[in-house]
């Protein structure tokens, strides 16, 4: 939670980028038009300039101006980290002694790949409402589109969630239980590669580290270069993925992509490979210093409590 807290302007400004000239890429390019958002520094600053700066939070904390309530409520960012973060992390060494990993300094990579792939899965199973609903109030700009309203498909100019509660009855109103589950599948998918590639490259380096005798013990410089390692891994391999699962969950009524799949070739057809790594570097930005939050935390309150290190 406390990583989300530090990483959230990034995540909005990741959103805005995986959707910005979405399925018009080529065409934009042969008319001359350009990108709306034209790298991460100039999205940061057109965003603040069109909606303030705290348009940087959206899917945190607000007023109803940016999508969410006047007063501090339950916000999906929070509700996503609290659920599937606790999941995918406080599942992974339980699965991992399930898999018969005894030895914490010799555990095979494949049983480390297995017990993240396993518990992410489980996480984000279980969290997908709350992450669709921050991604559509993430994705949400008023400056710039007439939005679709999600329950009575009428036009109108500005956000289409009041705040957080409304956007939950709205999208449950809209499709019911089913609903809510939108882009699951993309979801799970993330989940279940990113889990498999951050928590098991964190552990393998630190331990790694530690067998070559590059640290003697483990402390906080340790903690912060295995943490680095697997925020590069996990930005890398889950960059296509987390494009896949933006655009299918922004979608409302228009069923612009019929599944993953078609998401995935209609990007490749219009945009090209690299329309698949679209947010890559602010994915990068996020994950990185989120997992060295994650980590230096999650290591800390593990010693609190007396249990060992991952």
Known sequence: MSAACITNPIDVIKIRLQLDNELKERAAAASGDKKYYRGMLRGMLSIIKDEGIRALYKGWVGTQQWCTYKKHRLVPSLMRESSYSTIRLGAYEPIKRLLGATDP??????KKIAAGATS??????????TDLVKVRLQACDSSRHTQTHPTTGGG????????VVHAFVSIYRQGGVAALYK????????ATILTATQIPT???VKHTLLNWGWFSSEG??????????AGLAAATTTSPVDVV????MRQMHTGVYKSSVDCVMKSVRVEGLH????????????????????FLIFEQLRHAVGMRPV
């Open 156 to 163: 109108r100019r500005g956000p289409v969630y009041e705040g």
């Open 105 to 110: 300094n010799h555990t095979p990579l494949w």
């Open 120 to 129: 992410g899965a489980v996480g984000s199973s279980i969290a997908t409402p």
């Open 245 to 248: 699962k933006t655009r299918v």
């Open 183 to 190: 882009g699951v599948g993309p979801t799970v998918l993330r």
């Open 275 to 294: 329309g698949l790594y679209k947010g890559f570097l602010p994915n990068w930005m996020r994950i990185g210093p989120h997992t060295i939050v994650t």
């Open 202 to 204: 964190y552990d393998h």
């Open 220 to 229: 906080l410089d340790l903690h912060v270069t295995s943490s680095m390692a």
